[in-house]
């Protein structure tokens, strides 16, 4: 973090948040390891030590003294995980997903309500996340009180001031007013992210992706979309519209933005409905899904390979374009189909190699489908670490 500042607040914010983000990645520590960490004087960083712990922030731990060591012991502080918890939500098509983590990152539990399609009211769609929130709040064994902050992602660009453009229809599904709601009936700051850029945030912070800089995340369930990080940068745009892939009809052999679930699923019913060549996936009826069509194809069933092998053509067409525009190290398919995408990347980095000279590395996300709400609890802490001052932790 660079220090400087051009007022006293600013650099007293400066200093704090470079103190808490040292500690926060760090268990106990002494004020010798915050002043090596960070490059502040002594007094500075006793200062600002003595006061996050009477803002609630830190805490001081018993001074420890070491059989040769003369002179008044160490300090040793350690930052307070506890003094506060964020919300971290996926709110979808079909349902919502809450997180309530402590100031680590740490998740302390979950809760999901299931809603209707966009064609239910945005009362209920509301309700779905109030009552997902409650019900995780409950299981936390917190109140609404010592949530800092919430972040929210949805399937849909959100701009630098946190609107939605109402450029395509499905987009404006999502504009039902969540960070009002929110806002008004807790108190907190609401922050609203792209679920793709979330989902990228989330395995740069977790995932596959650590210690990556140059970073594309491709979510492919149901419709392809992608979170881009550059130098550990997240792609924004003006919009909000960086990685939004809705114009794949206009890329030859792929002719759509369709996912790798959508994908399996509508291509296994079309071969099972041709009366295709003796296959597994007729005995499924109405249950096909893309696992069960990866599932068969890893078991040798034909049509299933085929299937696999159109979808991974398909998903390296889609990547080598990013690839092209972006140059990534790493991409990272993600999202609830990833754990069975895994039987594709053979047969995807082949179709890749073919289609450009050094291809990135790709990897499935070992996220699951938690990936987006997790990315939503990371933009929430980032927050709490921006905006320390201006929050009242420990309520």
């Not at 002594?42 to 922030?57: F, K, P």
């Not at 078991?299 to 972006?326: P, S, Y």
Request: charged share 20%; net charge negative.
């Amino acid at each position: 973090m660079e220090l400087t500042a051009n007022t006293p607040q600013q650099l007293r914010q400066t200093n704090m948040s470079a103190i808490l983000g040292v500690m926060r990645r760090s268990g106990a520590v002494t004020g010798t390891d915050l002043i090596e960490a960070t490059g502040l004087a002594r007094a500075t960083v006793i200062a600002v030590c003595d006061d996050l712990i009477q803002a609630g922030w830190v805490r001081e731990l018993p001074a420890q003294r070491t059989a040769v060591q003369k002179g008044r012991p160490a300090r040793v502080f350690e930052f307070d995980a506890t003094a506060g918890v964020v919300v971290g939500l996926d709110f979808g098509v079909a349902k919502t997903t809450a997180l309530v983590a402590d100031l680590r990152g740490s998740i302390l539990a979950k809760a999901t309500e299931s809603l209707g399609e966009f064609t239910a009211p945005d009362a209920e769609r509301l309700a779905s996340i109030d009552k997902a929130i409650a019900t995780a709040l409950a299981s936390a064994g917190v109140t609404h009180e010592a949530v800092l902050v919430a972040g929210v992602g949805i399937a849909a660009p959100v701009d630098r001031a946190g609107k939605i453009p109402h450029s395509q229809p499905f987009w404006e599904n999502f504009d039902i007013g969540i960070q009002e709601n929110l806002r008004d009936r807790y108190g907190w700051p609401v922050l609203l992210g792209n679920d793709a850029n979330l989902a990228a945030m989330a395995e740069r912070w977790m995932g596959v992706g650590v210690g990556t800089e140059d970073l594309a995340v491709m979510l492919a369930g149901e419709r392809i979309g992608f979170g881009l990080m550059e130098s550990g940068r997240l792609l924004h745009g003006a919009a909000g519209r960086s990685g939004e892939v809705g114009l794949l009809h206009l890329v030859d052999g792929v002719g759509t933005p369709e996912g790798i679930a959508m994908l399996a699923r509508d291509m296994a019913v079309a071969a099972v409905a041709k009366g295709s060549a003796a296959t597994v996936l007729s005995t499924l009826e109405g249950d096909i899904t893309a696992e069960a069509v990866f599932a068969a194809a890893a078991q040798g069933d034909a049509v299933a390979g085929r299937i696999l092998n159109d979808i991974a053509e398909r998903m390296a067409r889609v990547i080598a374009l990013i690839a092209t525009f972006m140059d990534p190290e790493l991409v990272v398919i993600g999202g609830a189909v990833a754990a069975s995408s895994a039987v594709l990347l053979p047969p995807l980095q082949v179709a890749l190699a073919g289609f450009m000279p050094n291809p990135p590395k790709v990897a499935v996300s070992t996220l699951g489908d938690a990936i987006v709400t997790l990315g939503a609890v990371r933009l929430a802490l980032d927050y709490v670490e921006k905006h320390a001052l201006e929050l009242v932790p420990g309520v």
